[in-house]
Nanobody
């Protein structure tokens, strides 16, 4: 069982930056692939970024490529999402997710554990 707790969300002006964190419980965090997803009001949950268990492989949605960076610190059981050049289109609840082994999959259905989400609001 893995518990995930996101933090770092908030209100930011367009063009600003935020760094989201996702702290995981459990001693096997380093064996889990991690992903970030987001859901805006009235829209489906969408993939944002994913990272393999080792951190050696990352994937990004086209909409955020070049602006967001996913990383992980296995010693701290934490995965991060650095978000730069934010726009109003990035406003959403952001969720982190974990899956035993593998890479940062883009499909939400492939993840086993989810956090409760953190709100990111970008004002224009």
């Amino acid at each position: 069982q893995v518990q995930l707790v996101e933090s770092g969300g908030g209100l930011v002006q367009a063009g600003g930056s935020l760094r989201l964190s996702c702290a995981a419980s459990g001693r096997t965090f380093s064996s889990y692939a991690m992903g970030w997803f987001r859901q805006a009001p009235g829209k489906d949950r969408e993939f944002v970024a994913g990272i393999s268990w080792s951190g050696g492989s990352t994937r990004y949605a086209n909409s955020i490529k070049g602006r967001f960076t996913i990383s992980r610190d296995n010693a701290q059981n934490t995965v991060y999402l650095q978000m730069n050049s934010l726009t109003s289109e990035d406003t959403a609840v952001y969720y982190c997710a974990a899956r035993a082994g593998g890479n940062g999959y883009t499909l939400a259905s492939l993840y086993d554990y989810w956090g409760q989400g953190t709100q990111v609001t970008v004002s224009s």
